[in-house]
């Protein structure tokens, strides 16, 4: 998700910029509390989890919109039915690699900066 919105304040981007996993695991470490672009980044990365499950784009904009109306806020422009998309293909992409990777073999991730 952090990759295709471009964004570089969430978890992978934290990692790829040299946090470690210890400290991005470490929930109540610096690498963690009170940063508000990771939470924001974070909530959507939730509210996105039922698409890789096979929800429709369009029904989770809809739903996340409710969601910020609620709220009294406003979705970040990026986040549109193209975007949901690209994440849905992106996931079921990198699942199918993981499926094949064998045994003992790894699965190497790219981070592109933007």
């Known amino acids: 998700m952090e990759s295709e919105a471009g964004l570089q304040g969430g978890f992978w981007g934290k990692l790829a910029a040299g946090r470690t996993l210890a400290e ?6 610096p690498a963690m509390g009170g940063d508000p672009e990771m939470a924001a980044i974070e909530q959507i990365v939730g509210a996105l989890h039922p ?18 109306e609620s709220l ?36 190497v991730l790219t981070w592109a900066a933007p």
């Open 24 to 29: 991005m695991n470490d929930r109540a470490g």
């Open 51 to 68: 698409s890789t499950k096979g929800r429709p784009a369009g029904e989770i904009v809809r739903g996340m919109q409710r969601f910020a």
């Open 72 to 107: 009294g806020a406003s979705m970040p422009a990026w986040l549109t039915e193209a975007f949901v998309e690209a994440v849905q293909e992106r996931m079921r992409r990198l699942l199918g690699e993981w499926r094949a990777t064998g045994y003992g073999e790894r699965l």
